[in-house]
């Protein structure tokens, strides 16, 4: 990660990032040691979130060009998605646009409930528009992002609670050519069933 932006943005002490991203990060599980360095992110990056972001999806990688065989590779940017998260709720159009360019690298399922959760007409709007998106992990997104129960990560209680908010959403992607997105769409009907 720090070599990542280091390559683009030449102010970044990378140094001092490593180092603190390093302390007391081995008693940390996944999702706890992905949100400090999600932290450190934030101490190290420009205070002004826009520039942050600029900076951040500049220094992504490629796009996935599949979705089998990758490991836990893609899992380099889950920090990314905590930094979107726990950051970019006052900033929706830029903080959109970073999670639609991070899932289509790992997953931005865990960062879009927020958004969803305050933002649920402009979200459910871009979200029908993604449905359609040319890129797999994007269709995925859509129900992946929108589950009532999603695993690891917040409840959206107005999709428990309406379900049939998500209809359209599902409805689009239930007959995707891809597995990986039909697959999703079952996991989230499981999700209301419950």
């Given at each position: 990660?720090?070599?990542?932006?280091?390559?683009v943005?030449?102010?970044?002490d990378?140094e001092?990032f490593?180092?603190?991203?390093?302390?007391?990060?081995?008693?940390?599980?996944?999702?706890?040691?992905a949100?400090?360095?999600?932290?450190?992110?934030?101490?190290?990056?420009?205070?002004?979130?826009?520039?942050?972001?600029?900076?951040?999806?500049?220094?992504?990688?490629?796009v996935l060009?599949?979705?089998?065989?990758?490991?836990?590779?893609?899992?380099?940017?889950?920090?990314?998605v905590?930094?979107?998260?726990?950051?970019?709720l006052?900033?929706?159009v830029?903080?959109?646009?970073?999670?639609?360019?991070?899932?289509?690298?790992?997953t931005?399922?865990?960062?879009?409930?927020?958004?969803?959760?305050?933002?649920c007409?402009?979200?459910?709007?871009?979200?029908?528009?993604?449905?359609?998106?040319?890129?797999?992990?994007?269709?995925?997104?859509?129900?992946?992002?929108?589950?009532?129960?999603l695993?690891?990560?917040?409840?959206?209680?107005?999709f428990?609670?309406?379900?049939?908010?998500?209809r359209?959403?599902?409805e689009?992607?239930k007959?995707?050519?891809?597995?990986?997105?039909r697959?999703?769409?079952?996991?989230?009907?499981?999700?209301?069933?419950?």
């Amino acid at each position: 990660i720090a070599t990542s932006i280091s390559h683009v943005w030449q102010h970044f002490d990378r140094e001092g990032f490593v180092r603190d991203c390093c302390l007391g990060i081995d008693d940390l599980e996944l999702m706890p040691r992905a949100q400090h360095i999600s932290r450190q992110m934030r101490v190290y990056l420009p205070r002004d979130y826009d520039k942050a972001v600029e900076i951040l999806m500049l220094s992504l990688g490629p796009v996935l060009p599949k979705t089998d065989g990758n490991g836990l590779a893609p899992f380099f940017y889950l920090p990314h998605v905590f930094f979107v998260r726990d950051h970019g709720l006052e900033h929706f159009v830029i903080s959109m646009a970073a999670q639609y360019e991070l899932t289509r690298r790992f997953t931005a399922e865990f960062s879009i409930r927020p958004f969803i959760a305050r933002y649920c007409a402009p979200c459910m709007t871009l979200l029908e528009k993604w449905a359609c998106d040319p890129c797999e992990h994007v269709r995925r997104l859509v129900s992946e992002g929108t589950r009532p129960r999603l695993p690891w990560a917040a409840k959206l209680d107005l999709f428990i609670t309406q379900p049939h908010l998500t209809r359209p959403l599902l409805e689009s992607l239930k007959d995707d050519t891809s597995l990986y997105v039909r697959r999703s769409v079952a996991n989230h009907l499981n999700d209301i069933s419950k």
